[in-house]
């Protein structure tokens, strides 16, 4: 999904899905690399920090849920 919402802390981002999301990935162009943030995955592990507006970014979730961001 392209994010529609403010900047957001991808850890609040997930559990607005209640637990439902597993994973997050978004392409950095800049260095051409994938981030990530996997919930099971210790923090220093995940290197997917925050979701910025208009950026695309994939999901990954055990259900259908509503992911947002405007806290």
Known sequence: MT?????TAVVAAAAS???SVTAVY???????TWQRYVAK???GANTL???EPGQAY????TR??????DF
């Open 26 to 32: 978004g392409y950095d162009a800049g260095s051409r």
């Open 41 to 43: 995955l210790p923090p």
């Open 58 to 61: 994939w999901f990954f979730a």
């Open 49 to 51: 920090q925050r979701l």
């Open 3 to 7: 994010w529609p919402y403010a900047t």
């Open 64 to 69: 259908a849920s509503a992911v947002r961001g």
């Open 17 to 19: 899905g209640q637990g």
